[in-house]
């Protein structure tokens, strides 16, 4: 009996406009979310005022940024993460990036709706460090997809 035509591997890598919005989604969650941290943290208050004046406005960006991202990450999802995890490629790496973003926007939600400020200053610099470390994530798994492209056949 003879043997059914193997089915074509179907490609995990996302296309250039996929990376380039990822890339794209990530630098605005991450400039956003430093801009706030600055005028929070370390800008001085002008007179009379509870908050600096950027604050409003790297929030708005960043909360659209958010949107944006979880979009750009649901379409990478079905595809990408998906095909590779499959494949059993860069799960590591791969896994890391997924637990990040999971993270993140689990801890975003919860900024968002905690009340208890014990907790919301937790979860806050959680979100930090998460957020801090997920452009180091994405260059590690970048790094090791690399390698993985170029060993030797």
Do not use: C, K, N
């Not at 890598?13 to 989604?25: F, K, S």
């Amino acid at each position: 009996m003879h043997e059914p035509p193997p089915r074509p591997r179907r490609p995990t890598r996302p296309g250039r406009r996929q990376r380039r919005l990822a890339y794209l989604a990530t630098a605005l969650l991450l400039a956003s979310g430093l801009v706030w941290l600055i005028a929070h943290h370390l800008l001085p208050l002008p007179e009379f005022a509870a908050r600096h004046p950027l604050e409003p406005w790297a929030m708005r960006v960043h909360g659209a940024a958010t949107m944006f991202g979880l979009a750009v990450l649901g379409s990478v999802w079905s595809q990408h993460v998906l095909g590779a995890w499959g494949a059993g490629r860069h799960r590591r790496s791969g896994g890391t990036m997924a637990a990040l973003w999971l993270a993140l926007a689990l801890t975003g939600y919860g900024l968002y709706y905690l009340a208890d400020e014990a907790w919301r200053w937790a979860v806050g610099w959680g979100h930090v460090g998460l957020g801090l470390a997920l452009p180091a994530a994405l260059g590690a798994h970048l790094l090791a997809v690399g390698r993985w492209r170029r060993r030797p056949a």
